[in-house]
Nanobody, 120 residues
Framework: QVQLVESGGGLVQAGGSLRLSCAAS????????MGWYRQAPGKQRELVAH???????NYADSVKGRFTISRDNAKNTVYLQMNTLKPEDTAVYYCNADIFTRLTSRGNYWGQGTQVTVSS
């Protein structure tokens, strides 16, 4: 079994910052790519940022220059540093990871989500 547990969400004023963390635990052999998605009320879930096992990153256009994704492979943890937050960043943020639990057993896992609310 694999679990992804997010933390760090909350309420912040526009222009402020938050740092999200997501720790993977359980029967993990290798973690490939990790990412952050978000879903605002009435909207589809969208990719925010993605990082490969080698550290290559990509971002949604709406967050480029404001958000930074990083990972600590020793801790099986991915982070999302969010700066200059805007009200339109308000959403539930979900962690996602592509994980091998054994050499030949691979799955895609989601965290439970953490609420980020940005007030104007």
């Amino acid at each position: 079994q694999v679990q992804l547990v997010e933390s760090g969400g909350g309420l912040v004023q526009a222009g402020g910052s938050l740092r999200l963390s997501c720790a993977a635990s359980g029967s993990i052999f290798i973690i490939n790519a990790m990412g952050w998605y978000r879903q605002a009320p009435g909207k589809q879930r969208e990719l925010v940022a993605h990082i490969t096992s080698g550290g290559t990153t990509n971002y949604a256009d709406s967050v480029k220059g404001r958000f930074t994704i990083s990972r600590d492979n020793a801790k099986n943890t991915v982070y999302l540093q969010m700066n200059t937050l805007k009200p339109e960043d308000t959403a539930v943020y979900y962690c996602n990871a592509d994980i091998f639990t054994r050499l030949t057993s691979r799955g895609n896992y989601w965290g439970q989500g953490t609420q980020v609310t940005v007030s104007s």
